[in-house]
């Protein structure tokens, strides 16, 4: 496509990030079909339809009927699926996750085919030895965050994805960087969608939460470690067994004891 194709879709995107309410809801409707439709057929702009479809959600997502919204996140998955290009495969996600985050109520109930494929596409990844981005497992926890307890028939697989996708990171990629922490959190997103139920899985889970609550010379990995294994305590509450409790207290001590040492993000 032609530069001044990519700059229009940035600009169109700048515009309605700055100022949305400017741009009238005929017009609104008209750009989200045109975002659907170059998406489809010009993927190489990606990111400035993305930035572009980014302001309407802000505007739009929560009113979509389920007729509307169906078929713009099976282009979302269609086009992710063809996008060989790092950005423009993240920018999509992105989309995506704002889309979910956003959409109303009744939409819920179509989310889970989006979830099942988005699941697969990632695990045929980790078959292959290939990185999954953060922007991939961060779409999968707000879908998870959607989804509730209808997450229970795929929870087995998400959570061993979430686990390869901890221990895989290869903190020199930057295809990886940040996903350790957003599989973490996805994790306990996870949990907190299945209560109690989670118990079972816990032990798949314990060492990756263990090892990250203990990194603390790895702020942000320590972070979200902390913060999954919060979902997992409030999940599970009681049922919580007494040695892993007795675990999660004697390492929260241990990065007690290291206050002076320890990030501020942290204390």
Request: contains cysteine.
């Amino acid at each position: 496509p032609p530069p001044e194709a990519a700059a229009a879709a940035l600009s169109i995107g700048k515009a309605l990030d700055l100022h949305p309410a400017a741009v009238p809801d005929a017009s609104q409707a008209r750009l989200f079909q045109l975002c659907m439709e170059k998406l489809r057929a010009e993927l190489e702009l990606a990111e400035g339809i993305c930035y572009c479809l980014d302001g309407l959600l802000d505007q739009q997502a929560a009113l979509l009927p389920p007729g509307v919204f169906q078929p713009v996140v099976q282009t979302l998955l269609e086009s992710s699926d063809r996008a060989v290009e790092r950005r423009a495969f993240e920018a999509i996600l992105r989309s995506m996750s704002e889309l979910f985050a956003r959409a109303g109520d009744d939409n819920v109930q179509h989310m889970e085919p989006a979830l099942a494929h988005l699941r697969q596409r990632l695990e045929a990844q980790q078959a292959q030895q290939q990185p999954v981005c953060g922007a991939a497992v961060d779409c999968l926890r707000v879908l998870c965050l959607r989804l509730g307890s209808r997450t229970a028939p795929h929870a087995e697989s998400l959570l061993r994805l979430f686990v390869r996708a901890a221990e895989r990171t290869g903190r020199s990629s930057s295809m990886n960087a940040g996903c350790e922490e957003d599989a973490l959190r996805a994790a306990g997103t996870l949990a907190l969608s299945l209560g109690r139920r989670f118990g079972e899985a816990l032990p798949m889970l314990w060492p990756a939460l263990r090892a990250a609550v203990e990194a603390w010379d790895e702020p942000d990995v320590c972070r979200a470690g902390l913060y999954a294994l919060k979902d997992v305590a409030s999940a599970l509450g009681e049922a919580l067994d007494e040695q892993r409790a007795t675990a999660a207290i004697e390492a929260i001590a241990s990065l007690l004891r290291r206050s002076e040492d320890l990030d501020p993000r942290l204390r």
